[in-house]
């Protein structure tokens, strides 16, 4: 007790005995006025503490601050690079199917497959609680998206690499050239269709095309292929069956003499000489009687000389294989 009471000690006014009384407070007493301050000290620190916490900055906090805003400065920038970026490949892919693959006779990939779907919201929950989410959120899906359409454009890009490919080779098999030199279009004798025969004249369908040219006029072959047959044939005289592949074969007819050294079998390459113009078998005259077959049908010759013919020349060829009505056969 004599830690509160000695050095200040308190009096009390007593009414009855009408005297001042000294009075001995209890340790209890003293602890409860210790305890008040105490809190109330307390209270105050936690006031200022909060005051100055919501409305001041500690120089972390502010270094905190800036830093954030910068990076939503950088995400912004970034979004908008990816938005050009977007539209440089959306450009790609339009082109690529709407040229590219329709030139190539390539199915169109489908939009969903492209883009991918990224809108299911799980993928971005992990942002869900920032200040930025957002920014954040779009720029992430904004790449998803870029990726996922360059990983596709680029699988197209080989498939139509390969496509291209293929179809070159399948260009230099199909016959597209005359099998003689016809400048002025001048050879051109007698065109595929109904034709008097020149040797029964009756009217006969005639598979082929002929021209007409001097003994030993060089023959090319018309596409890249396989010879398939060389040697004599009832009507054909000396002809030459060549196997292009993909459905087609050609025929040389009438043939006077072989390219030496040409067998079943050999390869050749469009444009060489396989043989020299004659009249060997049914014929009138010297000339070279020509078939273009695809799956065993006999089709137009005429049909099977882009590489030679200009538009004009091509129109010019129908006039004339039309109106020669007489074969050579
Ligand atoms: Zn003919």
Known sequence: MALFNSSNPHYQFNKRTLKYERVNYS????FKRVLSVLLLSLLFGAGFFLLFTYTL???????????????????????????EALGVLQNIRERDDN???????????????????????ARYAQWEDLRTTQIVRSTTQKMDILERMLYVQSNSFDELVDLSKKSEQRLN?????????NKDLKRTASGYGRRVDPIYKTVRFHHGMDFSAPTGTEIFVTGDGVIQSIGWKQGYGNCIFVDHGYGYVTVYGHISKFTKGLKKGSKVVRGDVIAYVGSTGKSTGPHLHYEVRYKGTPQNPQNYYYLDLSPAEYDQMVLLSANNAKTFD
């Open 173 to 181: 098999h199909i016959p597209a050239i005359m099998p003689v030199l």
């Open 57 to 83: 900055q500690s120089p972390e906090e502010k270094k905190l601050a800036a830093e954030n805003e910068a990076i939503s400065a950088q995400y912004e920038l970034l979004s908008r690079q990816l938005d």
């Open 27 to 30: 340790w209890w007493h003293h």
């Open 99 to 121: 040229f590219y693959r329709v030139m190539l006779e390539a199915d169109s990939i489908p939009s969903s497959l492209r883009t991918g779907n990224y809108d299911a919201t």
